[in-house]
């Protein structure tokens, strides 16, 4: 039987970061994903149908640096933003967020990742550490954990012992399944419409977020400054139907949403509309499996957070893993696993709250409610002190840990 001192279960982008993180430590590390990635990297090339765009905040960033890698990042099609506004499509409220270039060029506001070509990229860097054994298109038959150590059954009669297994196979996740940990899950009754769109005016590296009714339209500048992502969060027939629709008529559509603010936009590439789900795991740990990334949670993708959110489960498990290993403790013991536990269920909570809150009051049609989101957005609007907590806030420094402040 072999053994390995943590499997990873998922080379997602969150999977991949644990184990940079871990590459120093002498430890045996395991990665086990079910899916082959499909086409190598290749950073000169950027994609006219580019379709999943994330956006990676300060801390997030911090994470990177730290791993020595976020050169590598900033040059493969990364963005940046240093301006977002939203506003009400048919009324007042509207509020503007900033961060001044000249003050200096090193803030942003956040940074705009295609998750495929990061991806692909921390892919290749995790293959080449040392320390570190992938096997891909495996099918786990049984999960076992025990006091002293889990034991993974593989098909073909292959089993594997480790200290501890880290599930970071996303949403569906399979081991939190398999598990039984209980799921708090729930349907934002909307889809997301994702596309690349060309604008008449340059974005000059402004995000933009227009809320009308039961849409919310999110764009992202990316580095041609007349291209950017669009993150369309509809109800399910309206964005089946824009998707569907000739580019002509979504062209239209999509010009009126966006206020003509960047003058007329034509769809580039693709249209693909994806489900929104939520999802809070009870359990971030048991004895011997972590829960990290989407396996633990997802959320509205309204706040950009989801990515951060697991970037940061990442991050405080690093930490975690490296103090208990040089303090030469089990690393995969409930008890000593629960400080991570505890951290970031509350991070998770305070995003999810926050998500939801924000979810709830900026979709709709109830004048009531319209007229509450035009009062906060213009309220805060005037409020410097806010507005910088929640900029904070939403550049993830307000919960990072401590070891990568
Ligand atoms: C429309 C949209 C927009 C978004 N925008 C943002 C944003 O702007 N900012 C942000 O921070 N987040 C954003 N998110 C969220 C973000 O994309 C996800 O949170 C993130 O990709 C999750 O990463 P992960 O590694 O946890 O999971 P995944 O990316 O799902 O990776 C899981 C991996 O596990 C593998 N796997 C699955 N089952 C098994 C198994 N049984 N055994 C082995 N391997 C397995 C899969 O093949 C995959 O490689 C957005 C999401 C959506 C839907």
Redesign the pocket.
Request: proline share 2%.
């Given at each position: 039987m072999d053994h390995y001192d943590i499997v990873i279960?998922?080379?997602?982008?969150?999977?991949?970061?644990v184990a940079c993180g871990l590459q120093d430590l002498g430890l045996q590390v395991l990665i086990?994903?079910?899916?082959l990635p499909k086409t190598p990297i290749n950073t000169e090339i950027i994609s006219p149908h580019a379709k999943?765009?994330?956006?990676?905040?300060q801390a997030?960033k911090f994470l990177f640096q730290h791993f020595g890698i976020w050169s590598n990042i900033l040059n493969i099609n990364t963005s940046t933003f240093y301006r977002m506004e939203m506003w009400e499509r048919d009324s007042f409220g509207n509020i503007t967020f900033e961060e001044s270039l000249r003050r200096n060029p090193a803030r942003s506001l956040?940074y705009?990742i295609e998750?495929k070509k990061v991806?692909d990229f921390l892919w290749q860097y995790v293959k080449n550490l040392h320390n570190m054994t992938i096997i891909t298109s495996?099918?786990?038959i049984k999960v076992s954990l025990k006091d002293k150590k889990a034991l993974i059954f593989l098909k073909k009669n292959t089993v594997i012992s480790t200290n501890l297994i880290i599930a970071?196979?996303?949403?569906?996740?399979?081991?939190r399944q398999h598990i039984k940990i209980p799921l708090l899950s729930w349907n934002y009754k909307h889809n997301?419409l994702?596309s690349n769109i060309r604008t008449e005016i340059p974005h000059q590296k402004t995000a933009y977020q227009i809320f009308h009714n039961n849409s919310i339209l999110?764009f992202?500048p990316l580095i041609d400054p007349n291209l950017g992502a669009i993150?369309w969060?509809l109800l399910p027939e309206k964005a089946e139907y824009l998707a569907g629709t000739s580019e002509a008529l979504f062209n239209q559509h999509l010009s009126v949403n966006f206020d003509v603010k960047l003058g007329l936009c034509n769809a580039e590439g693709m249209r693909q509309v994806?489900p929104?789900q939520g999802c809070y795991t009870h359990k971030f740990i048991f004895n011997r499996l972590v829960l990290?990334?989407?396996?633990a949670h997802?959320?509205y993708?309204l706040?950009?957070?989801?990515?951060?959110?697991?970037?940061m489960?990442a991050a405080e498990l690093i930490g975690e893993i490296r103090r208990l290993h040089h303090q030469g403790k089990d690393i995969g013991q409930h008890q000593h696993l629960r400080r991570y536990e505890r951290r970031r269920k509350y991070s998770t909570f305070q995003t999810l709250i926050g998500t939801e809150g924000c979810y709830r009051i900026f979709i709709g049609e109830n004048l009531r409610k319209k007229f509450l989101r035009d009062s906060l957005l213009t309220i805060i609007n005037q409020l410097p002190s806010i507005k910088s907590y929640l900029l904070k806030n939403a550049q993830g420094m307000t919960n990072i840990p401590n070891w990568l402040r």
């Open positions: 279960f998922g080379a997602g982008i969150v999977g991949l970061s086990i994903e079910s899916t999943h765009f994330s956006v990676l905040n997030s956040g705009i998750n991806h495996e099918k786990v970071a196979d996303g949403a569906d996740s399979s081991l997301a994702i999110v992202l993150i969060s994806l929104l990290v990334g989407n396996s997802t959320i993708p706040s950009d957070q989801g990515l951060n959110l697991g970037l489960d």
